[in-house]
């Protein structure tokens, strides 16, 4: 069993049936009354945040999790294609659960998906992912790294990003997938 002092954010708890990964979590001693923690609470499943507040020392079961490193074949339609590169099986996960994940996927590339209970729970990727630009104006002759100013830009990925007036088709590019903001050339 895991008590509420032992809370870290990003760890996975069993409430009321339903697994949850805690978001944020706050300790609270009033001056008076008991102590409480204050939580925010994300479902894997479906991505809901819920907030709520535990007497302090309330025990619930840990969840057992593990991220397991997989290769991204293909979309479906309904589902991403996934491969265990150890020993070549694949998995179909539903694209609800990919979630905005899948924006910075391209086909071939590793990713690590996330596993509790021994079930898929979510796609991690990359907090920077370098792509190459399919489409945006051309730079124009006096368009410098100082000179400021952006223009979109569309990814290979289908991803539409601001970029520097200086980049053109062609380039790559490195990009937050945390912000989905342009960090530099690749």
């Known amino acids: 069993m895991i008590s509420t002092n032992q809370f870290r954010n990003g760890a996975h708890v069993e409430i009321d049936g339903a697994v949850y990964r805690i978001v944020e979590f706050q300790h609270v001693k009033p001056g008076k009354g008991g102590a409480f923690v204050r939580t925010k609470l994300r479902r894997p499943d479906d991505g809901s945040v819920i907030d709520r507040t535990f007497r302090a ?33 694949q998995l179909e996960i539903p694209k609800s659960l990919a979630g905005d994940a899948m924006r910075w996927m391209l086909p071939n590339s590793e990713v690590d998906l996330l596993f509790v209970d021994e079930s898929p729970a979510g796609v991690q990727v990359p907090s920077a992912v370098d792509m190459a630009v399919t489409e945006t104006n051309p730079g124009l002759k006096g368009d410098t790294a100082s000179g400021g100013g952006t223009k979109p830009a569309t990814l290979e990925s289908g991803v539409r990003v601001e970029v520097p007036l200086f980049v053109n088709e062609g380039d790559r590019v490195r990009v937050d997938t945390r912000t989905g903001e342009y960090v530099s050339r690749a």
């Open 57 to 89: 020392g309330e025990k619930f079961r840990p969840v057992r999790t593990e991220t397991r490193r997989m290769q991204y074949l293909y979309d479906s339609g309904e589902a991403a294609v996934f491969m265990d590169t150890r020993d070549y099986e």
